[in-house]
């Protein structure tokens, strides 16, 4: 078989030709769509990573605003709890003053009203306890009993110290004796003498009666006396029965 070289050379020579022509108008293009194609996508994922990463610096930032809100949340929520707690405080401080203050007002009125009622007690049985004493002495006065009183009268004369003898002898005025009963003229001259041997012969000497001295005898000079009565006896009773009634 003979080979036709110039066929061989054409071939070689267009098949030359045919690379040159789609390197020059087939793989150049792709090439360069290829290449611009790549770029577009390096363009876009790194678009896509920054897209990515100002997404990320987007979620970071509202979850540090969340953290944020969430601890103002919190501080706040706390803040109104203690407030709570401290308003709780002062209304029950304030609540126990009320009540205390009510029960010292309570208590005072009770005590007041305890006293008021303690007072008008003992001022109305002391007095009924004086009543019957003193009708009891009146209805028991008699003859014996008044020379008894005259007795008595004539003995604290008698045992008079030097110190109240010198201080009714220096008192200006009359001396004056005053009795619940009536004195007769033999009992008054008795007193008389008795009142010039122990105090002054040149002193006047004046006789009254006075219910107020119940079943007793004084003798008054000046701011000074001397004598016996039931009323003093009845008087240092009611001190007693005052003394007890406070106990």
């Known amino acids: ?23 020059r108008f087939l793989y150049r293009p792709v090439i360069k769509a290829m290449e611009r194609r790549e770029q577009r996508i390096a363009s876009r994922l790194q678009e896509a990573q920054q897209r990515e990463q100002a997404a990320g610096e987007k979620v970071q930032e509202y979850e540090a605003r969340r953290l944020e809100l969430e601890q103002t949340r919190q501080q706040r929520l706390n803040e109104t709890e203690e407030a709570a707690e401290e308003k709780r405080k002062a209304l029950l401080e304030k609540a126990r003053e009320e009540t205390a203050n009510k029960r010292s007002q309570w208590q005072a009125q009770v005590e007041q009203e305890q006293q008021h009622f303690l007072k008008e007690l003992r001022n109305y049985s002391i007095e009924a306890i004086q009543q019957i004493g003193r009708r009891t002495l009146v209805d028991l006065a008699n003859s014996d009993l008044e020379t008894q009183i005259i007795q008595v009268f004539l003995q604290r004369l008698k045992s008079m110290d030097n110190a109240t003898r010198k201080t009714l002898h220096h008192t200006q005025g009359p001396i004056r004796v005053n009795s619940a009963f009536d004195l007769d003229t033999s009992t008054k001259g008795r007193i008389t003498r008795a009142i010039h041997e122990q105090i002054d012969e040149s002193v006047e000497v ?22 016996w009565t039931l009323a003093n006896h009845l008087d240092h009773l009611d001190e007693l029965m005052e003394k007890a009634f406070k106990n």
Do not use: P
């Open 206 to 227: 004046k006789y009254g009666r006075s219910t107020n001295l119940l079943c007793g005898i004084e003798l008054k000079a000046g701011d000074h006396q001397i004598g």
């Open 1 to 23: 078989m003979q080979i036709d070289w110039l066929t061989v050379i054409a071939q070689i020579v267009n098949f030359l030709i045919l690379v040159w022509l789609l390197k």
